[in-house]
């Protein structure tokens, strides 16, 4: 099994700052299956990046990832007040998908 | 509109079953595989079990085998999931997520039920 392990646990940042977030796999993971998730509270998790560095429709650009083998990043360029939540990456390259502990980014 | 909702949560007992079953709207059921995924109150995400758009392969997590059962009906564009000797850390919120296939990523994702074992 994969194990995802995310960095930093919180992350306190300004709008307009730039965000750095940290996935790092206990194993090489194929750059194909791995996703990041935005998650507000009371809903339900939001995709933002699959394949590792492709952006789900929607999605705005100041959001990207990047990575390869175990380490992997998503960075958000210019922080935007709607984008403070907790963020997960996942491994989806097959059973058991596995999911971060996720880090929170607060303002 | 293209969304998934869940249903059949609700407070158990520890050792009794519980069924929860998620409603698909707004595209093709059949040609998406679907998973459950929960989050335990105030944790992060872990995944439980998926099944391939013909219910040919099934998967689960460790913490389940043997007491969970997915399973979908795709004239009824709905999945379920049969949950046996329910236990305390089986309290969460239960997601259903859709996905291309059993290799792709989650791309949309219900709401959630809560299911709360407790005596």
């Known amino acids: 099994e994969i194990v995802l392990t995310q960095s930093p646990g919180t992350l306190s940042l300004s709008p307009g700052e730039r965000a750095t977030l940290s996935c790092r796999a206990s194993?090489?993971?194929?750059?194909?299956?791995l996703a990041w998730y935005q998650q507000k509270p009371g809903q339900a998790p939001r995709l933002l990046i699959y394949?590792?560095?492709s952006r789900a429709t929607g999605i705005p650009g100041r959001f990207s990832g990047s990575g390869s083998g175990t380490d992997f990043t998503l960075t958000i360029s210019r922080l935007e007040p709607e984008d403070f939540a907790v963020y997960f990456c996942q491994h989806y390259g097959g059973s058991p998908y596995s999911f971060g502990q996720g880090t929170k980014l607060e303002i | 509109e293209v969304q998934l909702v869940e249903s059949g949560g609700g407070l158990v007992q520890p050792g009794r079953s519980l069924r929860l079953s998620c409603a698909a709207s707004g595209f093709t059921f059949d040609d998406y595989a679907v998973h459950w995924v929960r989050q335990a109150p105030g944790k992060g995400l872990e995944w439980v079990s998926g099944?391939?758009?013909?219910?040919?392969?099934?998967g689960y997590a460790d913490s389940v085998k043997g007491r969970f059962t997915i399973s979908r009906d795709n004239a009824k564009n709905s999945l379920y999931l049969q949950m046996n000797s329910l236990r305390a850390e089986d309290t969460a919120l239960y997601y259903c997520a859709k996905a291309t296939s059993l290799l792709s990523v989650f791309d949309l994702w219900g709401r959630g039920t809560l299911v709360t074992v407790s005596s």
């Open positions: 394949d590792a560095s």
């Open positions: 194993q090489s993971v194929s750059s194909s299956y």
């Open positions: 099944i391939s758009l013909n219910s040919g392969s099934t």
